[in-house]
């Protein structure tokens, strides 16, 4: 049974950073490749970066060049590190796998 669980969501001031994992279990490999997506209140869910197989990465406009997604091939674990966040950043942040999603962790940016 596939299971994917994000972790490492929180509350940070604005300009802060954040690194969310996504930690896989079961018949599915972080070497397939992997995404994140968000949710923002009243918002629909979007994409926030993907990684493919062969490791290239590509990410949405509002979140280039201040989050990175990453892996861990031998843990099989999908990474994402968000730097200078802000408010416009908060949601509840999800990770996919294949057709596979995990619960969700939320992210809170505030003073």
């Known amino acids: 049974q596939v299971q994917l669980v994000e972790s490492g969501g929180g509350l940070v001031q604005p300009g802060g950073s954040l690194r969310l994992s996504c930690s896989v279990s079961g018949s599915i490999s972080t070497r397939s490749g992997g995404a994140w997506y968000r949710q923002g209140p009243g918002k629909e869910r979007e994409w926030v970066a993907g990684m493919l197989s062969g490791g290239a990465t590509y990410y949405a406009g509002a979140t280039t060049g201040r989050f990175t997604i990453s892996r861990d091939n031998a843990k099989n674990m999908l990474y994402l590190q968000m730097n200078n966040l802000n408010a416009e950043d908060t949601a509840t942040y999800y990770c996919?796998?294949?057709?596979?999603w995990g619960q969700g962790t939320q992210v809170t940016v505030s003073s």
């Open positions: 996919k796998l294949a057709s596979h």
